[in-house]
Every structure is written in C-alpha cells, then in structure tokens.
C-alpha cells in the first residue's frame, strides 16, 4: 500500500496527530496530579478526535493514513490514560484487565487481517461511542476531584462500569464485523489464495 505525503498532509490528519503529540504532557500532568491541566487536554484530546473524523468525511480527505493513525491514537491516547489514572484510582484494576484484552484482541484481529494483506476496517460509530464514553468518564472523575476535591467510590464504579460495558459491546460488533470480512475474502479467493499459493510451492518437494 502506496502512501502519498501530498494526499495525507490535510486537516484531520493533522488532528489525529495532535491527539498522539498530546500523550505526553497528558501523562505528566496526571503523574504529577495536576488535574485542571490533565481534563483540559483530555477535553482537547476528545474534541480533536470527534473533529477528525467529522472533517475527514465533510472534506473527503479519508486518507489510508488517516484510517491507520487515528485507532492508534485512540489506543494510545486511552492506555496512557488508564495507566495514570490506576495510580489515582486503584479500584479501576478491573476495567484495566477489560480494556487491555479488548485492544489484544482487536490488534490480533488487524494483525490477521494484514497477514492476508486485507486492509482493517476503519472506525466505527460503536468503536467511537466507547471511545466518548471513556473521555466522558475520566473526564468526569478528574475534574471533580481537581476542581470541588471530590472522590466518591461508588461514582467512579459507575461511570466505569458503563465505559466498560460500551467497550464489550464494541468489542463484539467489531468481531462479527471482522467475521463477516474474513468470510467475504475466503469468498473472494483472497485468504484460501494465499494458502494454494503455500500448497503449490510445497508440490513439488514432496514429489
């Protein structure tokens, strides 16, 4: 897959950029408790990641790039996130355990796919709900005990578990969906080819 520099140099790339630029200051911010500065990028990180998408399509700038760059920004962007924000709340061990087995398993999915040469799909609404969602909640949590120095156990266990529950829902339409792309491409020749391809080379030493 050829990637043009011209075509790729565009606002929502730039954005989605913006977003991975962010995840070391973000991450200092939280390590050094410095919430108002912490929810305010992760407010930026979230509005910036909505935007992308948004002007990607208003535009028609969807790029290859930018269907690559932005899951990675949003994988990165949320494990940096909950990596720091388990120092401030170690109740959250849970949603850690959750969170890191979906993104295996999803990247055991892209890697499959990209074995077979299959482009991953691209961003899906259910996939950027979770994301909301996660934005939302630690958002949330940071701020009030930054701003009103508020804490509460039973509050954080909520937001979370419905982060939680949006991240699993997401985690099974985008296996149905990768499902119904590798059917599609056994359909197509494109998986079963490259296992003929292994068979002929194979013939003829064991003839």
Same mark, same amino acid.
């Given at each position: ?9 565009? +606002? ?7 977003? /991975? ?23 930026? !990180? ?16 969807? %790029? ?22 388990? +120092? ?48 939302? !909640?630690? %958002? %949330? ?12 156990? %039973?509050? !954080? ?23 119904? /792309? ?26």
């Amino acid at each position: 897959m050829r990637i043009s520099i011209k075509k790729n140099i565009n +606002v929502p790339n730039a954005l989605t950029l913006f977003r /991975i630029v962010l995840i070391v200051p973000l991450m200092r911010s939280l390590l050094k408790q410095d919430f108002i500065m912490a929810g305010v990028m992760i407010l930026l !990180s979230g509005i910036s990641d909505m935007l992308d998408g948004f002007l990607a399509r208003r535009l028609g700038q969807i %790029t290859d790039l930018g269907k690559i760059l932005d899951p990675i920004a949003d994988k990165l962007t949320l494990i940096a996130v909950v990596i720091c924000a388990n +120092v401030l709340y170690p109740e959250i061990m849970p949603f850690i355990i959750v969170l890191f087995t979906k993104e295996l398993l999803m990247l055991s999915g892209g890697a499959f796919l990209l074995r077979f040469r299959i482009k991953p799909p691209a961003a899906k609404w259910y996939g950027k709900l979770s994301t909301v969602l996660f934005y939302t !909640s630690i %958002t %949330t949590l940071i701020l009030l005990r930054a701003i009103w120095g508020y804490s509460n156990r %039973t509050l !954080s266990l909520v937001l979370l578990s419905v982060t939680t529950a949006s991240m699993l829902f997401s985690l099974v339409m985008y296996f149905l969906l990768f499902l119904r /792309i590798v059917r599609e491409s056994k359909k197509n020749g494109h998986i079963q080819g490259t296992n003929d391809k292994t068979d002929t080379q194979d013939t003829p030493a064991n003839e």
